[in-house]
């Protein structure tokens, strides 16, 4: 089916747009009335992760109520672990817990290669039952996280601000750690190739966790799987957004994927010059700027715009929006992109 | 009392010593057996802070056990908010918890600036006991939290990985949070100047949070106030840490003070360059390559001295020692440190 607005797709390629493609991190969520109804039916946000239609009914929200010009499949990066035999749970206002973790070389045998048509059909469904019922408005966005962010979960088996029981893993058994982020890897492509064959327009890569390691165990252990991923997806473009990967921007610039993901932290002409040239950049308003007044939030709005410069850039937070932000002030930035940024051409 | 080992004094002043000093921090605290009979003998990790011989027999327990070229004072930075009216609880594997926040002009009309003397005595008798039993073995760091990472605790009443309601305060109502945080800087002026008074060799100003600001409020919000504390301790060398503020390194090397403390995230050399030439650098270690065996252990340590170089250089970790290192790993660090450094002459 053809897209009536293809913007981002186009950016994403690095051809020149008549203004500024602008999506959300995290758009679908907790932001929206409307999603918090869908999501009070159900009984709990995995329930809502594995219901196909209530999932793609979510993912649609945001692109009715706040015009941005791509949704996002609404999904967890957690349903990969799970789907190679660690399950987890959802613990409301604490995060995701797994029951059970990787400790040994006997964990590890327990779990396999995900096989995303069997394991991961819901997610899959929703995309199918997204791209019909968006019928080309805008891309559908799929995604998952990175391997060395999901490693993160299933050695701690929750959040943490350190992991450092997922870092001493690197430390102390290397090999059993690129076993495991190998196999993770292999999920993560197969469950992209998947989504891709099933509508989604384009790919994100999540690695949230990216900020906690020194510069040279992340090209080891992060950046080197990820690039796997990148040299494989081949059919839409790809975007890797690192947060707090400030060290490896020079890295990431020789990734095979078409965008870079920038969080509110990095300098943005620095982080030009680092990434070269060639790459599309994303972001990175701070998600707090959204606090704002409805004139601060254009100002702050135009400023990051100014910044990018009106090519190679789809605008974005600089990492996901806070859930208790307004959505009359999200709708104020969506509306600044697109009037200022056709204005800057 | 003349000092026996004053070498981080000497180093911290920029001279060339004959071999590079060596403290960790958090060398105080959980990871040593003797620390946690003491800690379990007490009520609660409060109780010890505000128990002065018992706060510096904790003190002085890694100088024996170690061989750590410093003592810092055992305490919490959160002292502050409490003598300025704001009492906390600490909460047995959740962290600092403060049943009342500031969110308004009227919350912080109840607040005062801390009388060092009075509200914070125990801190500086527990000063005067560690100088008395230390006996000039070697100098006494004193510290307190940055004003930034100080408001993010008395805003938003725990820890947090955003500190989304602290840095919304930023954009909602900026003069109310340079009111907060000049009041927490006025503080803890007067109590770092008490600690000096006490017998305090040195201090260091810890910026847990530098890391969640974007660069321009990082300037304005945080590294202006402690600008103003470096601008008024004039008496010992001052070490300023902020976790995460890599995009604020060319900043920081225009402070009024001594060293400057790295993270592990931070490449050496880079942050050299940006920090330029004048200043002492601490750190940087990952915490996790103490998880190593001893030969990984001797081998990082000796490629970080490597990097620094021999002068204008405290060894560290890039960040406190994690809770369940082994202390004969430790050693293995402070010895390598020892051992290579004056071999690096």
């Known amino acids: 089916m053809e897209l009536k607005n293809d913007l981002i797709i186009r950016a994403a390629k690095g051809e020149q747009t008549e203004r500024t493609p602008v999506w959300l991190m995290r758009q679908a969520g907790r932001i929206l009335p409307e999603y ?33 010009d791509a949704a996002i499949i609404f999904s967890d990066i957690l349903v990969i672990p799970e789907a190679m035999g660690l399950p987890y749970e959802m613990v ?3 995060g995701p817990l797994f029951p059970e973790t990787v400790d040994s070389a006997s964990d590890l045998k327990k779990l396999k290669v995900a096989d995303a048509s069997s394991d991961l059909g819901y997610v899959l469904d929703a995309i199918k039952v997204t791209k019909r019922e968006l019928d080309g ?22 959040g943490s601000k350190t992991f450092s029981k997922a870092r001493k893993m690197l430390y102390n058994e290397p090999v059993l750690a690129d076993q495991l982020l190998q196999m993770i890897t292999d999920s993560t492509i197969a469950y992209l190739k998947a989504q891709v064959a099933a509508g989604a327009d384009i790919i ?10 020194p510069a040279n165990l992340y090209e080891r252990f992060s950046l080197k799987y990820i690039s796997q991923i990148c040299d494989v997806i081949e059919e839409v473009p ?11 921007r020079r890295a990431m610039g020789q990734l095979n994927c ?21 790459k599309v950049l994303q972001g990175n308003l701070d998600p707090c700027a959204l ?52 204005a800057q051409r």
Request: proline letters at 5%; aromatic letters at 12%; glycine letters at 10%.
């Open 258 to 278: 078409q965008t870079i993901g920038l969080d509110w932290n990095m300098g943005i002409r620095e982080s030009r010059g680092l990434i070269g040239p060639e």
């Open 291 to 342: 606090y704002g007044s409805e004139r601060e939030i254009q100002i702050a709005t135009q400023t990051m715009l100014d910044s990018f410069g009106p090519y190679k850039h789809i605008a974005n937070l600089g990492h996901g929006v806070y859930p208790d932000v307004d959505p009359e002030k999200v709708k104020v930035f969506v509306k600044t992109v697109k009037e200022y940024s056709a």
């Open 238 to 248: 790809v975007t890797v957004f690192a947060k707090g990967a400030y060290f490896a």
């Open 92 to 94: 409301e206002k604490k």
């Open 36 to 68: 918090r109804a869908v999501r009070a039916s159900l009984s709990g946000f995995i329930e809502l992760v594995k219901t196909p239609d209530r999932a793609a009914e979510v993912t649609i929200q945001p692109v009715d109520i706040l015009g941005v």
């Open 137 to 158: 408005r805008v891309p559908l966005i799929g995604f998952a996280g990175a391997p060395w962010t999901i490693f993160c979960y299933m050695i701690e088996g929750h």
């Open 204 to 213: 994100q890569i999540f690695d949230s966790w990216a900020g906690i390691l």
